[in-house]
């Protein structure tokens, strides 16, 4: 199944006969937490509202969607013809009128073309209209899934790049461990160097001591968990984006979890080496976090 996105655009239009109206449709989608729909109709337009409504609704789950219908004559019926019957009719009124009001002016070929549109039938331009809308629905729908199949492929090289990162903190765990504790060690022996007269504990407890207290803080800065953690995560995102379908709020809830899991290993660095790995992860999440954001 593809993966879409909520930006897209795509257009389309009727083919009518000539001397009728042509129907234009256009539709535009930003990304958004739900389907939200803004329709752009012609009056004579109107009564399709419910249809579109449901014609967009079984198409899209998520995303700020804007449909506009317009409506246009061809250039070469854009002034139509008076029948002759019409033009009669016109003549018979005028010529009753002045009957009566001698000072009435005769009417305009402006007023008369006027007259004749007005009373001429409506264009019949519903089915037009839901034909140019169907296919322009498509093809937003077609513009979403390859705007969606770039996502993809940027998300896939951020999980790649996070694995590579994850790869190269991982050799450097026990060396941070055993530095971190030989450093502690240094510190307590000269703590206990400047206390050791006046102590009344003995030596051996002492040395003990140290040791826990060494150990605890060696569990303590260990990232080993946060790493298997992100990688489970990384996983995860690989299978949703390999599943497809409407997955953008639950990769949204994964790329926070990735962003904890990242920030912990900062605030738990005790190397300078694992601190700009982390920088470099939360730089890779946070462009993630920004694709994410308009994946349906």
Request: some cysteine; proline content about 4%.
């Amino acid at each position: 199944m593809a993966v879409y996105s909520m930006t897209g655009y795509a257009g389309a239009a009727s083919e009518p006969p000539a001397g009728t109206a042509a129907v234009s449709v256009e539709a535009r989608s930003v990304n958004g937490r739900f389907l939200d729909l803004a329709l752009r109709l012609p009056d004579e337009l109107r009564g399709l509202e419910p249809a579109l409504r449901e014609l967009l609704t079984a198409q899209f789950r998520r995303g700020k969607i804007e449909l506009r219908v317009n409506t246009a004559r061809e250039v070469e019926g854009a002034v139509p013809m008076p029948a002759t019957e019409q033009l009669n009719r016109l003549a018979h009124v005028q010529s009753a009128v002045t009957g009566w009001l001698s000072d009435a002016r005769p009417l305009s070929v402006n007023e008369v073309l006027h007259w004749c549109r007005a009373a001429a039938p409506a264009d019949k331009l519903d089915g037009p209209a839901m034909d140019a809308a169907r296919r322009c629905v498509q093809g937003l729908r077609e513009a979403r899934a390859r705007e969606g199949a770039r996502l993809v492929a940027m998300l896939l090289e951020r999980v790649a790049r996070l694995r590579e990162l994850a790869a190269q903190a991982e050799p450097l765990l026990p060396q941070v461990v055993q530095r971190q504790q030989a450093r502690f060690m240094e510190r307590w022996n000269e703590a206990l160097a400047t206390v050791q007269a006046a102590a009344s504990v003995p030596a051996q407890a002492l040395h003990e001591r140290a040791m826990g207290e060494a150990a605890s803080y060696a569990i303590r800065i260990d990232v080993a968990e946060e790493l298997s953690r992100l990688r489970s995560h990384l996983d995860e995102i690989e299978r949703l984006l390999e599943a497809g379908g409407e997955l953008g709020k639950r990769l949204e809830f994964l790329i926070q979890e990735l962003q904890r899991e990242a920030n912990t290993l900062g605030s738990k660095s005790a190397a300078l080496e694992l601190t700009t790995i982390a920088v470099e992860m939360k730089v890779a999440i946070e462009q993630m976090r920004e694709q994410v954001q308009n994946i349906e």
